[in-house]
């Protein structure tokens, strides 16, 4: 029977993940169960330093607050199974004997393991990149997609004055949602990414159709495509247009989230919290598909291929153009 419910954030923050937490531990309280926050990740239950009960209070005005109040980290080496031993020693001598942990594809995998160590243990997905299977969106995707379309948005201000070309790294890590979904909200001419690919000659032909009605134009790249500045430089030469380039950066992990991750995150947890009480269900991961909220094995959405639909929103970017 499990009285004491652990939560932990890991990997990179994501804005709404403090709504996720809030929510985990207002609706554990209220069905009668102790919550624990272990601070920074899977990095803390190793150390065993940082673990605190959580009560309604202390939840109490962070659902509109970016990062996460009880930290994150990354510990690669847990996935080694002493390091992951010491982390269960760790929160047993706290009497803990559940776990939410809400992260993305690394955290999913540390949940699999203590699951499979006889931890009962859920999964949330929070990540910016979008980039998890069998879910429709991830905890703080739509607010780092509008922290961008904000800030291309006033790029445009300032290209368009100089006759420029804005060309603008986004994150996303391997995953190319934020960029085309950034691309379409800004009305891009371009948008470089992995399920795109990349084609020198044809950006370069949609740079030079836009300088013959416009006096701007974006390219939208997401994070580890290509050189931006190099990309720049052609542009520079080879068309009417000065280049600029923009790297977004980790401004697009902090902010405010948008009302639409609150939601999420929010139905997100109680669905956690459901699971693991109601149904005795351990191994799972939380996901939106469609308008509902619904429970599936971390190992299918680790192991699935529809990540995201990013070239179907191509064909729509296209057709815009
Ligand atoms: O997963 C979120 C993310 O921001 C990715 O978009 C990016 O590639 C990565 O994390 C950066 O990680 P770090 O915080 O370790 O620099």
């Known amino acids: ?105 690394g955290t999913y995998h540390g949940a699999l393991e203590l699951s499979k160590m006889g931890i009962p243990t859920v999964a949330i997905p929070g990540t910016i990149d979008n980039d998890i299977s069998g879910t429709d969106f991830t905890i703080g995707f739509d607010t780092a997609l509008n922290t961008a379309v904000e800030a291309v948005d006033k790029l445009r201000d300032t290209s368009s004055s100089h006759r420029r070309c804005s060309v603008v790294e986004v994150m996303g890590r391997d995953c190319g949602d934020l960029a085309m979904w950034t691309a379409i909200a800004v009305g891009a001419e371009c948008v470089i990414c992995k399920e795109t690919g990349y084609d020198l000659q044809e950006i370069l032909d949609n740079i030079n159709k836009a300088a013959k009605s416009k006096n701007h134009a974006i390219i939208i790249v997401a994070e580890h495509m290509i050189d931006v500045n190099e990309l720049a430089k052609v542009v520079t030469e080879k068309t009417p247009f000065g280049a600029r380039t923009t790297v977004l950066g980790y401004i697009q992990r902090g902010g405010n989230p948008t009302a639409k991750d609150r939601v999420l995150a929010s139905e997100m947890g109680v669905k956690a919290i459901s699971a693991l009480v109601d149904d005795d269900l351990t191994g799972v991961c939380v996901a939106q598909q469609g308008h509902d909220i619904v429970t599936m094995p971390i190992e299918d959405a680790l192991n699935g291929d529809d990540v995201s639909p990013v070239l179907e929103k191509y064909k729509v970017f296209k057709m815009l153009w």
């Open 1 to 105: 029977m499990i009285k004491r419910i652990g939560v932990l954030t890991s990997g990179g923050d994501a804005p709404g993940m403090n709504a996720a937490v809030r929510s985990v531990v207002r609706c554990a309280i209220a069905r009668g169960y102790e919550v624990y926050g272990i601070h920074d990740g899977f990095k803390g239950m190793y150390e065993g330093q940082n673990i605190e009960r959580l009560y309604r209070k202390s939840v109490s005005e962070k659902m509109g607050r970016g990062g996460t109040f009880i930290g994150t980290g990354r510990l690669p080496e847990f996935d080694q199974v002493e390091v992951r031993k010491k982390a269960i020693e760790n929160i047993k001598m706290y009497g803990i004997d559940a776990l939410v942990c809400i992260g993305g594809n």
